[in-house]
């Protein structure tokens, strides 16, 4: 028997190949999820995402309802045009999933990212490293002799950029909290 | 006026308000105040298993044939995790089931306790929906919720973990009406503007076909009677799935048979040539479509589903229909009517030439043997000895269940019990016992291959018990026939493991459960055997000794179209490539 000549990037490992005459080109979508405040539901989301092999790429939740037990889970995702349309449909079917928003089809939207940054630099260094911070309007909310700790607001590319800009200067811890996402206007 | 009871009390009243009449299950410790309360009542009949696997797929059985959900009671820990295969054989299948499990008191959860599992977490991504009951107030409130979810939209498995505390306090019961449903209530009718252009192109179409599935049958009898007009007036060639036969009568003038990896030649190649294709309550299933690129390369397809998340997921749906199956059918018919019943006569006619000539091919025979019983011969003796009765089957997995596919004909729904989507052996001996319960005067027969069989043959005890004369109909052929065929055609006829060397006899085991054994090994004897099965009151295991090297044709290798079937064994030289030969 031959060796066995599996098409790079195909799916027939699995079972059939699925999605070799559909656009492959991936896309990123930011996923507004409005779902029941009850317990598991997030478990059951994640499993999904899991289970049918889709990607997670930031993911943020927490209760935005309290009298009406909602919370909303924002996820961003890549995958083909394919993909991104099943993520959306299996995520609607589930029973405590409210409502699913498409925010990148859907218009513009505001997405944001908090981190806080710790700073380990003498010197020279912790200078560089204040300017830089009034720079992206990250604040100090935590100082030592031998530290400094950051907080930064905005999207997950500022968020990067200042990170990049501080690693030269001394050891860098990050703590992120993923995106939240809402949608432009009424 | 509010009730007050004990959480345990709750559960047999809400499920007598479900109007539920038969519960499967099996007592432990974290079940004992509901099996309490069963013991002292008379509506609800219990039905003790031999194992949880036992009660979940005999409650598929139930649920399949009746159209009703099926209702399982089971313990904590081992209890919950026997119950796993067939909360997933339902998921795939779509089979409304309520499961209830029995939890460690709350205060113990988390703690390892005895027969302790996270059973929501385990069960999560095998059911439709779940919940850990914490509070007694909230426990019929969630077991009516159960009911409504399982049984609306694309049927399946719920399940509600209730721990033991919460059994024992007392609390206000919710009555059904007062229950929270209001939030899942999926969309039935279709979509007026896609099923007007569906229609249109139904007046157009010269090479059209339906392709049905087992959302037909679960959509209820109407939706089965609707197809059956619909086709009528067409004239419409029409196929479908292992899982939706007997929504069209296998009698029926425009049945082409089974489609499929194992199903007729030509009906497989009217999918492939079809200019129109209408799957009703179908998903596009690997077994169906074979190679993507090449499935039905020249038609527009239509998707009428309840899940819009079956359409568009494997194959691009030109019609998109989300609803119900009947509520679809109703409108399709009316605007077809309305339109004044118009088709392309003339080339249908055509394309039904093509089809006979298809036809012609007889793509089931084979070659009988005076010696030997050939399988396929085995299922045309009972399908002719059984012609007409009030009959139901259940099979188990593999060869068998294909030749019973192919070979017995289906007249109405919810007459055929197979596990289509997780293809779970040892479904068949306990879902025959779910069809007997539901159907005590019919005749029930599962048509099983012996390793399958041995599976779950602990239901035997069950159906003695009961005294359910459930026929076991085992093609024994002393190897896992699937597994070996494909070891022969795609691993150069090296059969590792799939024969087994020591099998009981059937008959004395038939002898130590309490039921009758029948041996059968010659062709000229199998009538007066099969017969001898059918007038025996009571439970049987029919021991046929079959042809062992059998294979199961006409066959799409894995990776192939529609249109490259093997039709019998001077086909299969080569034609399985090393890439086909990695899927499954």
Redesign the interface.
Known sequence: ??????EKGST???????R??MSDMVETHTLAILV?NE??VL??VI??FS?RGYNIESLTVAEVDHSGHRSRITIVTSGTP?VI??IK??L??M??V?EVQDLTVEGPFVSRELALIKVIAKGEHRVEALRIAEIFRANVVDSTLQSFVFEITGTPEKVDAFCELMRPLGEVRLARTGVAAIARGV | MTRQMTGAKMVVEALKDQGVEVVFGYPGGAVLPIYDEIFQQNGIRHILVRHEQGAVHAAEGYARSTGKPGVVLVTSGPGATNAVTGLVDALMDSIPLVVLTGQVPTFMIGSDAFQEADTVGITRPCTKMNWLVKETDKLADTIHQAFHIATHGRPGPVLVDIPKDVQFATGTYVEKPQARTAHYQPRLAGDPAIIEALVEAMEQAERPVFYTGGGVINSGPRASALLRDLVAETDFPITSTLMGLGSYPASGKNWLGMLGMHGLYEANLAMHGCDLMINIGARFDDRITGRIADFSPNSLKAHIDIDPSSINKVIHADFPIIGDVTHVLEEVLRVWRARGAKTKAVAVKQWWDQIEEWRAVKCLRYTNSTTTIKPQYALERLEALTLGRDRYICTEVGQHQMWAAQFLGFEDPNRWMTSGGLGTMGYGTPASIGVQIAHPDALVINVAGEASWLMNMQEMGTAIQYRLPVKQFILNNERLGMVRQWQELLHGERYSHSWSEALPDFVKLAEAFGAKGILCKDPKDLDDAIMEMLEYDGPVIFDCLVEKHENCFPMIPSGKAHNEMLLGEADTQGVIDAKGSVLV
């Open positions: 028997m031959s060796p066995l000549n599996i027939s490992h699995s079972a059939y190949d699925l070799s005459h029941e317990p598991g478990a059951r499993g999904l289970g394919q349309n099943q449909m299996q609607e079917r029973v405590p409210h």
